[in-house]
């Protein structure tokens, strides 16, 4: 079978929309109630400043909801009444992996970041509706949103690697392994500047390298290049881990 066929592949995307649509707009209407009842009960302050109410709920609602969704992206692989119609589809592990990656990264943050918007919308007007006040209006272009737009897409390719590895309760397997990993990282990391760059840091436990422009190491110095294009390679790395755990599942 052909790696990639662009009808398949849209037949393939339409299928998997109708699947998972379902559980969104569930999810969505949910989210919208509770979000709704923020806005109400969080009173504006006497002085009459809007507070910026849209930062947390952002937040909250795009990790939560898109990594709770990338995890369950490829559950009906692991179900065991489920597998059978998943693996006789007559498509390739290139499309079907790249169906679940679209529908559970820059599809559904998109849908989010409109839906969020027309939250925004009808909160105002029930807001000043009913309380005779609002929290300040959704701004995009704040720090902050972008911030976690980033933080989400980079947490979005390692669920989705954690999705297609773990059998069951995904998320939960997905945070301790991160946890662990990310503990036992940093002693490699704590030891290796030890022994590689010893003259450069003055006590053996310190964290920070001597003042001294001509032999310190500090990586927030390089350049901002360096940084986004290590930041595409770990990325790009992790899809293709994704993507090579997917053809061993299935092999």
């Given amino acids: 079978m052909n790696i990639f066929s662009w009808p398949r592949f849209q037949r393939l995307l339409s299928n998997d929309l109708q699947i998972q649509g379902g559980k969104v707009l569930m999810g969505s209407?949910?989210?919208?109630?509770?979000?709704?009842?923020?806005?109400?009960?969080?009173?504006?302050?006497?002085?009459?400043?809007?507070i910026p109410l849209y930062n947390p709920l952002f937040i909250i609602g795009?990790?939560?909801?898109?990594?709770v969704l990338?995890?369950?992206i490829f559950s009906?692989?692991?179900?065991?009444?489920?597998c059978y119609f998943y693996l006789m589809q007559p498509i390739s592990n290139f499309e079907?992996?790249?169906s679940r990656y679209l529908i559970s990264g820059p599809m559904f943050y998109l849908y989010f970041v409109v839906l969020y918007y027309l939250f925004e919308v009808i909160a105002l007007f029930l807001s000043n509706y009913s309380i005779g006040g609002s929290a300040?209006?959704?701004?995009?272009?704040?720090?902050?949103?972008?911030?976690?737009?980033?933080i989400y897409f980079a947490a979005h390719a390692v669920v989705l690697l954690g999705a297609i590895y773990?059998?069951?309760?995904?998320?939960?397997?997905?945070i301790l392994t991160l946890a662990g990993l990310g503990l036992a990282c940093l002693v490699v990391f704590w030891f290796s500047m030890r022994i590689i760059f010893?003259?450069?840091?003055?006590?053996?436990?310190?964290?920070?390298?001597?003042?001294?422009?001509?032999?310190?190491?500090?990586?927030?110095?390089?350049p901002a290049y360096i940084h986004w294009l290590l930041a595409i390679a770990l990325y790009l790395w992790v899809l293709f881990v994704a993507y090579t755990t997917l053809q061993d599942h299935e092999a």
Avoid: C
Wanted: hydrophobic fraction near 45%; aromatic fraction near 14%; charged fraction near 20%.
């Fill in 96 to 98: 079907r992996f790249l």
């Fill in 29 to 50: 209407v949910g989210a919208l109630v509770i979000g709704l009842l923020v806005h109400l009960l969080v009173m504006p302050p006497a002085n009459g400043v809007a």
């Fill in 70 to 72: 990338t995890s369950m």
């Fill in 166 to 174: 773990f059998r069951s309760y995904s998320l939960v397997k997905i």
């Fill in 76 to 82: 009906d692989m692991h179900h065991p009444d489920e």
């Fill in 136 to 150: 300040q209006f959704f701004e995009y272009g704040d720090s902050v949103i972008r911030e976690t737009s980033r």
């Fill in 62 to 67: 795009l990790m939560l909801g898109g990594l």
């Fill in 198 to 222: 010893w003259d450069y840091f003055p006590l053996l436990f310190s964290l920070v390298p001597r003042d001294d422009p001509a032999t310190s190491f500090d990586p927030a110095r390089w």
